[in-house]
């Protein structure tokens, strides 16, 4: 009879133990990661409230091959992580629901690593940028790209492709011969700002760039992406911009130009001072390429022995310049498209140097939202170019009551009665009519780097 017992005992036992062993491998199989010592491996998809534990102690993290996609808030807790060793196609988001992901909502990596490794091929997408790193170290089986001093080249080392994003001081290779500027810059967000305004914040992980060496090898930048301008602008500006240049290779293309002037803006007129010259209103880099324009002519033409334009060549220096032209003249020999340059903005031209301005050949009458009254559009805006310095303009009104303008600049405004109309802290200037009264507005006889002077956002009201 004992003996029958603890028979039964002993089989309760294996089989309770089966079970806990059963259940212990799901678990293994459901959670799909494991640690060893104070490495971190991911073997399968996470879900997006995955809890890691003992994750401070964490230094090193494995991400397996056949893995594309992961939340960033499971790997929030591993502060300490040191070394990240990823798949090249392995993209980070926001928000995971495991089935459904939305495509623009990329996360970089929470925690900054000091080496990233890519153990597959890099994809052709900028994956980099979800990393914030000193150092990249790409796979030796990479067909495409390869690692040098800690950034990315493509795999004969002749195009720069990316830094880190903790770089101070990027040195670009002897030998290589492009550079693609995305790679001074990152799209991912980060919640510290670069600016001082703790409202303003920027898409960029990359805070501590301060110097960019380039080669005399190099003699061609571009830019990766076609929306670069668009959702970048803002990283450049504080990133990027901010860094002292030293570019060696003088001799660039107009493309290659086009592509400095999305990083550095007005600064290629600094770098570039001595390959730049001024001719009237023109700027021409290299006696060919035309690079700016500060001019205020109707019809602008294009001088002699221009080949080439830098694209919105004719607005870099100043909007008002672009927006007043009726017409471009190119000359012989030119070889870009006249569309790079101009596209016609013939709207704006007939409120251009306007000795007398009639309201109601620019606005509508429109009720007013508490009874009746008069408001003007406020889209038009009047420009004055140098040549008006110091010059007198009548605004001629078309209603009884109040006509409200304001100004870049301060300006001498007076009533039909020739009294003084004072200039209100919003840089606006408010006047009682009736209609047909002109009001006039002498311009000053000198503005700060000969800028245009606008009198803009009109409104009526009708008594």
């Given at each position: 009879?004992?003996?029958?017992?603890?028979?039964?005992?002993?089989?309760?036992?294996?089989?309770?133990?089966?079970?806990?062993?059963?259940?212990?491998?799901?678990?293994?199989?459901?959670?799909?990661?494991?640690?060893?010592?104070?490495?971190?491996?991911?073997?399968?998809?996470?879900?997006?409230?995955?809890?890691?534990?003992?994750?401070?102690?964490?230094?090193?993290?494995?991400?397996?091959?056949?893995?594309?996609?992961?939340?960033?808030?499971?790997?929030?807790?591993?502060?300490?992580?040191?070394?990240l060793e990823v798949p090249g196609k392995l993209i980070f988001v926001d928000d995971f629901l495991g089935e459904v992901y939305d495509n623009d909502n990329y996360e970089n990596f929470p925690i900054t690593v000091k080496t990233v490794k890519f153990t597959t091929q890099l994809s052709d997408k900028p994956m980099y940028k979800f990393y914030l790193t000193h150092k990249f170290i790409v796979s030796k089986k990479d067909k495409k790209y390869r690692s040098y001093k800690g950034s990315i080249y493509t795999k004969n080392g002749k195009k720069f492709v990316a830094m880190p994003s903790e770089c101070k001081i990027l040195k670009i290779r002897k030998g290589c011969k492009i550079v693609n500027v995305v790679g001074f810059s990152y799209e991912s967000?980060?919640?510290?700002s670069c600016s001082d305004d703790p409202d303003y914040y920027i898409f960029t992980c990359c805070k501590k760039l301060k110097k960019v060496i380039i080669p005399s090898t190099v003699k061609s930048y571009y830019t990766s992406d076609s929306n670069f301008k668009d959702y970048m602008r803002e990283a450049i500006n504080d990133v990027a911009y901010r860094a002292k240049y030293v570019i060696k290779n003088k001799n660039i293309s107009c493309e290659g130009?086009?592509?400095?002037?999305?990083?550095?803006?007005?600064?290629?007129?600094?770098?570039?001072?001595?390959?730049?010259?001024?001719?009237?209103?023109?700027?021409?880099?290299?006696?060919?390429?035309?690079?700016?324009?500060?001019?205020?002519?109707?019809?602008?033409?294009?001088?002699?022995?221009?080949?080439?334009?830098?694209?919105?060549?004719?607005?870099?220096?100043?909007?008002s310049s672009y927006s007043i032209i009726r017409a471009v003249k190119l000359p012989k020999g030119f070889k870009d498209k006249k569309s790079k340059i101009w596209r016609g903005h013939s709207y704006y031209s007939e409120w251009y140097n306007q000795d007398k301005i009639v309201l109601s050949n620019y606005y509508h009458s429109v009720p007013s939202s508490h009874?009746?009254?008069?408001?003007?559009?406020?889209?038009?805006?009047?420009?004055?170019?140098?040549?008006?310095?110091?010059?007198?303009?009548?605004?001629?009104?078309?209603?009884?009551?109040?006509?409200?303008?304001?100004?870049?600049?301060?300006?001498?405004?007076?009533?039909?009665?020739?009294?003084?109309?004072e200039r209100d802290l919003d840089g606006s200037?408010?006047?009682?009519?009736?209609?047909?009264?002109?009001?006039?507005?002498?311009?000053?006889?000198?503005?700060?780097?000969?800028?245009?002077?606008?009198?803009?956002?009109?409104?009526?009201?009708?008594?």
């Open positions: 009879m004992k003996k029958k017992i603890l028979r039964v005992c002993l089989m309760l036992v294996i089989l309770c133990g089966g079970i806990l062993l059963t259940n212990g491998s799901v678990q293994a199989k459901t959670q799909n990661y494991y640690t060893k010592g104070k490495t971190l491996v991911v073997t399968g998809q996470l879900r997006n409230g995955t809890h890691i534990k003992n994750a401070k102690k964490i230094k090193k993290i494995v991400v397996k091959d056949n893995i594309k996609i992961l939340p960033t808030k499971p790997f929030k807790g591993c502060i300490n992580v040191k070394t967000y980060n919640e510290e130009m086009e592509a400095l002037y999305e990083v550095l803006e007005d600064r290629i007129f600094k770098i570039f001072k001595k390959q730049i010259k001024k001719q009237g209103d023109f700027y021409i880099y290299n006696n060919n390429i035309l690079v700016g324009y500060d001019g205020c002519q109707l019809v602008v033409t294009i001088p002699k022995g221009i080949k080439y334009a830098m694209k919105n060549s004719l607005s870099v220096m100043k909007e009874g009746v009254g008069y408001k003007y559009n406020t889209f038009c805006t009047f420009e004055y170019c140098k040549h008006y310095y110091g010059k007198t303009i009548q605004i001629i009104s078309d209603i009884d009551g109040i006509i409200i303008f304001s100004t870049d600049v301060p300006v001498r405004v007076t009533d039909k009665n020739n009294n003084i109309v200037y408010t006047v009682y009519v009736n209609k047909g009264d002109a009001i006039n507005v002498q311009l000053p006889d000198k503005v700060k780097d000969d800028e245009f002077i606008c009198l803009k956002d009109f409104n009526g009201i009708e008594n």
